[in-house]
């Protein structure tokens, strides 16, 4: 069965497996790599090569994607090209790569898609947080710097490939679109050498090309508290997912959650749901998107992808209740009544 434009074969609310858990390799042809700390996250690439060495050097140039974009578009690293950026261009245009012009395009446009829920100008204020150090900014701070946080202030000249920040103050940061993109890249990479079956993984963004010999990939979601256990079960074939949760970078202090997830209305960490998993054909589209239930809250983020029209997903609320889109509800549990009336469920 084909939802839409990805394709769930079936879902079934079953526990099984750990996070992103895959059907294990079963055969020597398939060529899989795991490299850790490339764009602070573990890459995983796994495809179906008739030969092992053509194989193992097509995700050789996968990973070497992974780092040119690591090296780019990282904050952490001072001479990126985003770090040269937020360091002038709220004194005037600095001119950039056609690649991250084209990125900043695409932020832009998930900020009005989302309502300004993804918005690339959260590090105005996202900044002051370090979620190891189990750090985070005053109120004080914070509301001294919310002002800058707004995708408008963003301005791109397409004639001159520039990048301006309309006023001082404004930082802005990828990481929440990134691994989407990096993901995307290599499966072109992949592509392009003839392969048809594969999974690129950066952290919590996957594509997965072709099947697994007529068997879809099996992908978990985790329970947002216990990271052994899985809330549902998704056979794939064909489509992105990304999974974005209050569990993957944060502290606890008294009873708060502070989280890597910054709602720009506030630049508090934005809690209106624990996780959202996000299917679409592109994984730099679900990971744009895979954000927005937690500023905007289930219904509303429900709401926006089922307009879209190519995506789904299933949110877990704070209640732990679980939410779908349409194209994945859950079977029913039992025939329906057939002594109910006509109409009713
Ligand atoms: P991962 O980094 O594991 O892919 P997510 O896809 O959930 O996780 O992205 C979280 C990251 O997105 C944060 O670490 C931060 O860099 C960035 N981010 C946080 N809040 C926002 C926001 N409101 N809009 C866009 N990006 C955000
Ligand atoms: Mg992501």
């Keep these: 069965m084909n939802v839409r434009t ?8 079953a526990p099984l497996v750990a996070t992103l858990a895959l059907a294990s ?29 053509a194989g193992e050097r097509a995700i050789d140039a996968v990973m070497a994607e992974m780092r040119h974009i690591d090296t780019t578009m990282s904050t952490y690293k001072p001479a990126s090209e985003i770090s ?6 709220a ?23 989302t309502d300004g829920a993804f918005d690339i100008t959260y590090a105005s204020v996202g900044f002051m947080y370090d979620f190891r150090a189990r750090h985070r900014p005053t109120e004080q701070q914070i509301s001294a710097a919310l002002p800058a946080v707004n995708y408008h202030h963003l301005r791109l000249d397409r004639a001159t490939h520039t990048v301006r ?20 890249r290599g499966i072109e990479i992949l ?18 090309i072709g099947d697994r010999f007529g068997k879809p990939w099996i992908v978990g979601i985790r329970h947002p508290d216990r990271k052994d256990e899985v809330i549902a079960r998704l056979p794939l074939v064909d489509t992105a997912i990304s999974t974005s949760g209050d569990y993957e970078r944060y502290f606890d202090e008294n009873g708060v959650r502070f989280h890597h997830i910054i709602d720009p209305r506030t630049g508090h960490s934005a809690s209106a749901v624990r996780s959202a998993t996000v299917l679409a054909p592109t994984a730099t589209r679900t990971d744009g998107l895979s954000k927005t239930a937690f500023v905007l809250g289930a219904e509303a983020a429900i709401a926006i992808y089922e307009r879209l029209g190519d995506v789904d997903a299933i949110i877990v609320k704070p209640d732990g209740k679980v939410l779908y889109t349409k194209g994945l509800e ?16």
């Design 165 to 184: 920040f309309s006023q001082p103050g404004v930082r802005i940061d990828l990481g929440g679109i990134a691994k989407g993109y990096s993901v995307d």
């Design 330 to 345: 859950p079977p029913p549990a039992a025939e329906p009544d057939a002594n109910a009336p006509a109409g009713s469920k």
């Design 191 to 208: 592509q392009k050498r003839g392969i048809r079956h594969a999974m690129v993984q950066a952290g919590g963004d996957s594509r997965i």
């Design 91 to 113: 004194q005037g245009p600095v001119k950039i790569s056609r690649e991250l012009f084209g990125l900043l395009e695409t932020a832009l446009e998930y900020s009005r898609i």
């Design 25 to 53: 390799p079963a055969r020597a042809e398939w060529v899989s790599r795991t490299v850790d700390g490339i764009m602070g996250t573990r890459i995983v690439v796994e495809l179906w090569s008739d030969d092992h060495a």
């Design 84 to 89: 040269r950026v937020n360091a002038h261009a």
């Design 6 to 13: 990805h394709s769930l074969a079936r879902l079934a609310a």
